[in-house]
């Protein structure tokens, strides 16, 4: 009998994603007790096992990306309540150590057509670093760049080191930013939505900050 090692990888993975999925839902039951360093400490841990089930999601996909087996569920979806939903996940996360707040611009339409699941996911991991990173706050925005919905997260942190701007966010491992694979998974999100000749991307900048932005075609 012969194994498909990247295949029982891609298993590992999975059950490891489940395991810590259930960790986390164990966190998030334990209830803050007003002590600033035990409740600190609950709050990183919850984060850290947000982020890492999160990798192993994104891992998976990517493989199944290789692998020419992931393909968007592209459908309308409301931008404000995706918006408020993100909201109200961070600021959850954030509890009383930061501000988060929401914005959208007056010309976004009620409806557009994305994947939802992917383009949530790629934004929460985007929300999660902000999260790690942000001094005091971070915002959340929706709004029109030309043809194309951006979202946008926002923190006011050091901001991106240069060697994460000056190279392409698939190839930045080791950059400061984990194995990288967050911002290769987010690129992979964007470029999987097309319309009329039109390709997402991600774009890294910093102003203030570090500035993340999701433009959708």
Same mark, same amino acid.
């Given at each position: 009998?012969?194994?498909?090692?990247?295949?029982?990888?891609?298993?590992?993975?999975?059950?490891?994603?489940?395991?810590?999925?259930?960790?986390?839902?164990?966190?998030?039951?334990?209830?803050?007790?007003?002590?600033?360093?035990?409740?600190?400490?609950?709050?990183?841990?919850?984060? +850290?096992?947000?982020?890492?089930?999160?990798?192993?999601?994104?891992?998976?996909?990517?493989?199944?990306?290789?692998?020419?087996?992931?393909?968007?569920?592209?459908?309308?979806?409301?931008?404000?309540?995706?918006?408020?939903?993100?909201?109200?996940?961070?600021?959850?996360?954030?509890?009383?150590?930061?501000?988060?707040?929401?914005?959208?611009?007056?010309?976004?339409?009620?409806?557009?057509?994305?994947?939802?699941?992917?383009?949530?996911?790629?934004?929460?991991?985007?929300?999660?670093? #902000?999260?790690?990173?942000?001094? #005091?706050? +971070?915002?959340?925005?929706?709004?029109?760049?030309?043809?194309?919905?951006?979202?946008?997260?926002?923190?006011?942190?050091?901001?991106?080191?240069?060697?994460?701007?000056?190279?392409?966010?698939?190839?930045?491992?080791?950059?400061?930013?984990?194995?990288?694979?967050?911002?290769?998974?987010?690129?992979?999100?964007?470029?999987?939505?097309?319309?009329?000749?039109?390709?997402?991307?991600?774009?890294?900048?910093?102003?203030?900050? #570090?500035?993340?932005?999701?433009?959708?075609?």
């Amino acid at each position: 009998m012969t194994f498909d090692t990247t295949d029982m990888h891609a298993a590992l993975m999975h059950e490891l994603k489940n395991n810590l999925g259930l960790l986390t839902m164990t966190l998030d039951g334990m209830p803050v007790l007003g002590l600033p360093e035990h409740d600190a400490k609950l709050d990183e841990a919850r984060l +850290i096992c947000q982020r890492s089930v999160e990798r192993l999601q994104q891992a998976l996909l990517v493989y199944k990306a290789d692998r020419q087996m992931l393909h968007p569920a592209i459908d309308a979806y409301s931008p404000l309540d995706l918006l408020r939903e993100l909201g109200d996940s961070a600021s959850s996360l954030a509890r009383n150590r930061l501000t988060v707040n929401t914005l959208v611009g007056e010309r976004v339409p009620d409806i557009w057509f994305f994947d939802r699941s992917l383009v949530e996911m790629a934004l929460i991991n985007a929300i999660h670093n #902000a999260l790690a990173y942000a001094r #005091a706050s +971070i915002r959340i925005e929706a709004d029109l760049e030309g043809d194309y919905l951006a979202f946008t997260v926002r923190d006011d942190s050091d901001g991106y080191p240069e060697n994460i701007l000056a190279y392409d966010g698939a190839r930045a491992g080791g950059a400061g930013l984990g194995t990288g694979l967050g911002l290769r998974f987010a690129r992979l999100i964007a470029e999987l939505h097309e319309n009329q000749g039109r390709v997402g991307s991600l774009r890294l900048s910093n102003d203030s900050g #570090a500035v993340f932005s999701l433009l959708l075609p």
